[in-house]
Structures are given as structure tokens and as C-alpha cells.
């Protein structure tokens, strides 16, 4: 399936995401700087907020800005890229709306885009 329109810029945006493995040094939490893979580009970003976590073991509840993400969370969290890259909301393009978190070569965490916050000129516009 082609996209409906060309990809552009974005500021940040946000992404569902499930923890595969804890980074090989710290946790996944708010200032977190893994190196971000979406189809072919490789760039540097960082976890600006964490929205809520969902955790499979115990309880199951949703919890709220949690400080932290382990191992077989779900999670939603804003993403801020360090360099230029162009993605799009799964739902619009699949082939642009999937990423991964890699530190050291390790995935850490794998999800799909659900909306993004874009450069259009001096104005940025959210676009789901």
C-alpha cells in the first residue's frame, strides 16, 4: 500500500509501545536516549514523556506518568528525535509508523506511531 501523502519533518510524537528488554544500563524512563530505527533511518531521540505503562505481570492495572518502564510493559510515551526524520502514524502509512529503541545493539522496545506533532514552516500541527 503507497501512502496518501509525502512524509514530513516532525517535532515529536507518540508511540505504543511494548519493553522487550531493560536498557543494558539504567531504565527506560524520562530522558532516556536510545537510538531510534524507523524503516531505514537510524537516529538518536529522546523519551520526553511517559503518558501510562501497563505491566503482564500482577495486576494489570494502568498506571499514569509512571517513573519507569520494565521488561513486558506496554506503554504510551513521547518521542523527541535529536535529528531530522520523517515518520507517519501506523494507521496512515504501516511501512512509516513502525519503530524500534536500540541501545548498544540491543531492541529494547518495539511499537507502532499513533500521532505525531509536525513542522510545517514555523508552525507545527499535530497530525493523527
Do not use: N
Not at 531521540?45 to 499514569?64: F, I, N, P, Q, T
Amino acid at each position: 500500500m503507497l501512502c496518501s501523502e509525502p512524509a514530513q519533518q516532525c517535532l515529536k510524537f507518540r508511540v505504543l509501545l511494548t519493553v522487550l528488554c531493560e536498557p543494558p544500563e539504567g531504565k527506560l524512563r524520562v530522558g532516556y536516549q536510545p537510538t531510534l530505527d524507523a524503516h531505514a533511518a537510524h537516529v538518536r531521540c529522546e523519551v520526553s514523556r511517559l503518558a501510562w505503562r501497563r505491566s503482564k505481570k500482577g495486576d494489570h492495572l494502568r498506571h499514569d506518568e509512571p517513573a519507569a518502564l520494565a521488561a513486558g510493559d506496554m506503554a504510551e510515551a513521547w518521542i523527541v528525535p535529536l535529528e531530522p526524520i520523517c515518520i507517519e502514524v501506523f494507521r496512515t502509512c504501516p511501512g512509516l509508523g513502525r519503530i524500534a529503541l536500540r541501545d548498544r545493539g540491543v531492541t529494547v522496545a518495539a511499537g507502532i506511531v499513533t500521532l505525531i506533532l509536525r513542522i510545517e514552516g514555523a508552525a507545527a500541527y499535530l497530525s493523527d
